[in-house]
């Protein structure tokens, strides 16, 4: 990668992502683009451009503008948003990932978009869940990231697009608060164990997701679009995880750091609904042999991260 443009670039991942970008191949190389301008961050504020990715003339005028040589399609609803207008996410998911693809197709750019632990459904194996394997899942959410793996590897086979991927666990940050997503409360924990001492769980306390720190996250997709192509088989997206986790393992390690702190469960039957149908802890052993996928944090050093920058951040 030398010049990228990016969707969805004050999103979840996108903020954190445009920041290391910009830090490692040069602020006036990489274009970020959303629907909206709003944020603290200098850098990104001087160069983000509007981008609705339904828009693809708009998309088209900013390749051609800025002529880069990759595209990262971040720009998408998560899964409980997902659920509340299903035609709504289905129109930003899908169109936005058809508009994306096509941008790459016809400028002949690597092409690299999240898919998701959402993309496995009731019927896939629960535990250390293969690469390759049952992919039906009955959200909305799901039914976007498995169409958007299959389009990847349609693009990849038909038209010879470098399209890349991986499937996120729940991603922790606290520079960046999710919205929408199942595995939000992984974050919302850290937040009100600073603030207020005491956290309101919408999942079941033994609820076991894969989860994973945002600095792996960003490194992970940067590794990844650096790997020379002959190395990878994989073109919808690779399985990576750090760590699989409970509500109530979070909870006993931040107890270490937070002796008095309290967890009470109001259980959201949407949510919850959605989670009982993802996997409890994935295989990410291709993603290691083909691109040398490795996180660095696990529960432990996630939790003192977290603790710390927030203790500093809230007081
Ligand atoms: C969500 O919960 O929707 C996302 C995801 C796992 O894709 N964090």
Known sequence: MKRIIITGALGQIGTELTDKLMDL????????????????????????EILDVRDFERMDELVSEFQP??????????????EKDPLLAWDINMNGLVNALEVARIHNLKFFTPSSIGSFGDSTPKKNTPQTTIQRPNTMYGVNKVSGELLCDYYYEKFGVDTRGVRFPGL??????????TTDYAVDIFFEAIKTGSYTCFLEE?????????DDA??????????????????????????S??????????????PDFKVEYDVDPVRQKIADTWPESIDS??????????PKYDLEKITKTMLDALKVKLK
């Open 285 to 294: 052993s291709e993603a290691k042999k083909q691109w040398g996928f490795e």
């Open 69 to 82: 040589d990759t595209i990262l399609h971040m720009a998408a609803l998560l899964s409980a948003t997902c």
């Open 25 to 48: 191949y040069g602020v006036d190389n990489v274009l970020p683009t959303d629907v909206h301008k709003n944020t603290d961050n200098k850098l990104i504020a001087d160069k983000i």
């Open 206 to 214: 033994d609820t076991y997701l894969d989860m994973m720190y945002i």
């Open 245 to 258: 986790a409970s509500p109530k393992l979070f909870y006993s390690e931040i107890k270490k750091h937070i």
């Open 172 to 181: 922790i940050s606290h520079i960046k608060e999710p919205g929408g997503g």
């Open 218 to 243: 960003v490194d992970a997709i940067i590794q990844l679009m650096e790997t020379d192509p002959s190395n990878l088989s994989i073109r919808n997206a690779f399985n990576i995880t750090a760590i």
